[in-house]
DNA sequence: AGATCTACCCGCACGC
DNA sequence: TGCGTGCGGGTAGATC
């Protein structure tokens, strides 16, 4: 599933291909997707890709006037293709563009969404956002102030999306294996150490998963479905039983909030 | 009233 | 083969 990664590499990705294209069809196999909106295709016939950008796990792609949001949920992929290209069942949206080409919508979950909007301000997942990590306003303060009354997990925590904005649920285990902090820790009971450790290794493992997508991508042309470029460095996600890189203990796999959750209990042992 | 929990969306993978 | 269940990001709505 796209992680604030994937989706970073998919925003780049986009620029390359679709930058200035403009929107001169579009069919919608599955109006959900786009929020059943029945103003969506007479807002972005005729407009052209102009901006490209992200916000936690929020695509941004500005059109003329107003923006398309994208969520990818777990499947969501976009796929730029050649008119002849067979359709699938998965394929929700079909942009046709002025060159020729198809931007296709695809996602076996149907999970995704696509909205337009006028303003940025207009979109309410995006008006949750709490601070990306690399945010100067993202600090040891702000998570204080953040956290000073929640007694949830710290796992559950780095999930919100209200805190700190792009954390997925894989990068969430990796993180607090990196910290040493045990994922079932209330979040108020973090020290400045914690916090700040939670911090610095957020940063460090989206910035190395987004330095491998990025490289990555060279080898793909239209398929932008990137995904697993970085299971290769994953630590503990996924890993049930193996033994723990540090101390060689079986990954211990469970729920929390309804999460799949893998750690290692003696490495992250402070509860 | 704010924090937290639960159900929901959906189709595939998996196990019996 | 067929059926039941788990999974998961974000959100609406319920509940603590």
Redesign the pocket.
């Known amino acids: 599933?796209p992680?604030l990664p994937e989706v970073q590499t998919v925003v780049a990705t986009l620029e390359t291909l679709i930058k200035d294209r403009k929107i001169v069809q579009v069919e919608i196999l599955y109006p959900?997707i786009i929020g059943n909106d029945d103003t969506f295709e007479s807002n972005v016939i005729n407009q052209s890709f102009r901006s490209f950008s992200r916000k936690?796990?929020?695509l941004i792609l500005g059109l003329d006037r107003g923006y398309l949001v994208v969520?990818l949920?777990?499947?969501g992929k976009f796929y730029v293709v050649k008119q002849d290209y067979l359709i699938d069942?998965?394929t929700h949206v079909i942009f046709h563009l002025d060159d020729g080409t198809l931007l296709l919508y695809h996602d076996?979950?149907?999970?995704g969404r696509i909205n337009y909007i006028k303003r940025i301000e207009d979109h309410?997942?995006?008006n949750?956002l709490g601070h990306e990590v690399w945010d100067p306003l993202c600090d040891i303060n702000y998570l204080k102030e953040k956290t000073?009354?929640?007694?949830?997990?710290v796992k559950?925590m780095l999930?919100d999306?209200?805190i700190i904005a792009?954390i997925?649920?894989?990068y969430a285990n990796e993180i607090l294996f990196e910290a040493r902090i045990h994922p079932e820790l209330?979040?108020?009971q973090l020290s400045d150490e914690a916090l700040q450790l939670i911090l610095d290794k957020t940063k460090e493992i989206l910035e190395a998963a987004i330095e491998a997508g990025g490289t990555s991508i060279r080898s793909y042309t239209s398929q932008l479905g990137v995904t697993g470029l970085f299971q290769q460095s994953l630590k503990v996600h996924g890993k049930e039983n193996e033994p723990c890189l540090v101390c060689a203990t079986p990954i211990v796999?469970k729920?929390v909030?309804?999460?799949?959750t893998y750690f290692c209990t003696v490495c992250q042992k402070v509860k």
């Not at 000073?148 to 997990?153: C, D, F, G, L």
């Not at 909030?257 to 799949?260: E, M, V």
Request: no cysteine; hydrophobic share 30%.
């Open positions: 599933m992680e959900p936690g796990k929020f969520h949920r777990m499947e069942k998965h076996v979950r149907k999970f309410a997942g995006l949750r000073a009354n929640k007694r949830v997990a559950t999930l999306q209200s792009g997925g649920n894989i209330p979040s108020n796999k729920q909030n309804g999460r799949g």
